[in-house]
């Protein structure tokens, strides 16, 4: 994993949606002095950011992932593609964006109240079997509750905060309102929607077509004849994983059906149950379970659409306004004022790489197998032996590169997804790319579920 990814760790994307141990095993807690004296690394708008801040910040990551020996730094500098000059460079930009999104704050009159952080941070607790792990956890990654607070749950919480100030700039209307607008303008797409259920018996190699058909016109028959209720029939017989949900997939119009499917969807009335309808998949016994229909003189409320249209909008307006943030903070970032300084020599984390990364060569050229003119030996026809052909790296050259790769693996368990915030958290409400198993994706083994449509 790359340093970067540890960098924009630091600050969760939202609490409760990532594991609270990966947050706090990206812990902020400061080192003692390394030598990085009284300098200034950068200044942001004129605000400075001191070189030992970066420098502890370092030495916290290498103390996370194991890599406080320099041979262990080196190695895993090599292997991600590092020097110590852009390690610098990226946590001063981490920093940097830390100073602008407080700056901005300011500006958009945005501020962490005492109650938000109190709710965020018992909801991490509640992530723990009790409040002693929890504190243990804090302990292990080299943190107090206090600084918990300080360093993850009040940036994330003001990067939050500033996403919506920023997006209901953006807009003449904001909240419900702008959802609400999105509504009336899908309105007239959405007019007639189906919720539909379905029981799919699936073909496959073992029952011939005609049998198939048997099978599934015989459970057709139980439910007209009122043997088997919809809902009970799809839990018993259904191929798809929709069958523990009844058979429920979803509205017509927030999916994407193939086109027998459909066809047989169209054809069919609230409550009603078709006939066996075929498709490459199988056949399927469909029922609609409920109809959209758009109410006279158009929407005038959220409260006028199923819950379903409701999600779907409020997550495309989240995934909007996050999409919008982001655009604006890197113009907001372009315009400050932002310099960084000449690196100082003597900082602890700024060592020769050039051992290491001869090392890292000399181990890659060992494991190349050579070819038979290489091996040839000059003046004679003779391959190479079985000692020297495809030689592996010896034991010496195996342990300049392991230190690394397992400070590697070591230090993904501290990482977290990079945030920006602004609506991450609302993408499990809508369909996504589902499995192949009947209830969604880019195109369901059964035929009936797809991507939802963005209007």
Known sequence: MKFTSFVKSKTLKSVGAVSVALALGAGLAGCGGNGAGGDVAATVNGQNIMEQTVTDYIADFRKG???????????????????????????????VDQDLYE?????????????????????????????????????????????????????TLLQQKLSEAVAASNTEEGGDDA?????????????????????????????????????????????????????????QYSADSSAQNGGDVGWDKLS????????????????????LVKTDYGYHIIKVTDEFTLPEGGLTSLDQLPDDFRSYLEYMQQSNDSQS????????????????????????????????????????????????????????????????????????????TEGGEAATDQQTDGTAPEGTEGGDAAGDQTAGDQTTDGTGGDQAADGTQGDQTQQ
Do not use: C
């Open 65 to 95: 992932a194991n890599l406080e020996s320099d041979e262990q730094w080196g190695q895993w500098m090599v292997s991600n593609g590092y020097t110590p000059e852009s390690v610098r460079e990226e946590v001063i930009n981490y920093y």
């Open 256 to 275: 994407t059906f193939v086109t027998e499917f459909q066809d047989g969807v169209n054809g069919l009335s609230k409550d009603q149950v078709s006939e």
């Open 179 to 235: 959802v609400l607008a999105q509504a009336q303008q899908a309105a007239e797409q959405w007019n007639g929607a189906k919720r539909v259920s379905h029981i799919l018996f699936q073909s496959d190699d073992t029952v011939s077509d005609e049998e198939l058909a048997a099978q599934a016109q015989d459970v057709l028959n139980k439910i007209n004849a009122g043997e088997l209720s919809f809902e009970e029939a799809a839990q």
């Open 325 to 400: 943030f982001a655009t604006w903070f890197a113009e907001y970032r372009e315009n400050a004022e932002v310099v960084i300084n000449p690196m100082p020599e003597g900082l602890p984390y700024a060592i020769d790489l050039a051992p290491y990364q001869q090392a890292a060569d000399d181990a890659a050229n060992q494991t190349e197998t050579p070819t038979v003119e290489e091996g040839t030996e000059a003046g004679t026809d003779q391959a190479p032996t079985d000692e020297s052909a495809g030689q592996e790296p010896s034991a010496d050259d195996q342990s300049s």
């Open 103 to 155: 700056q901005a704050a300011k500006e958009y009159n945005v501020a962490v109240e005492q109650a938000d952080i109190d709710a965020q941070l018992e909801q991490t607790k509640a992530m723990f079997e009790s409040e002693e792990a929890f504190q243990e956890a804090l302990t292990a990654s080299n943190m107090t509750e206090e600084s918990y607070i300080e360093k993850v749950i009040t940036p």
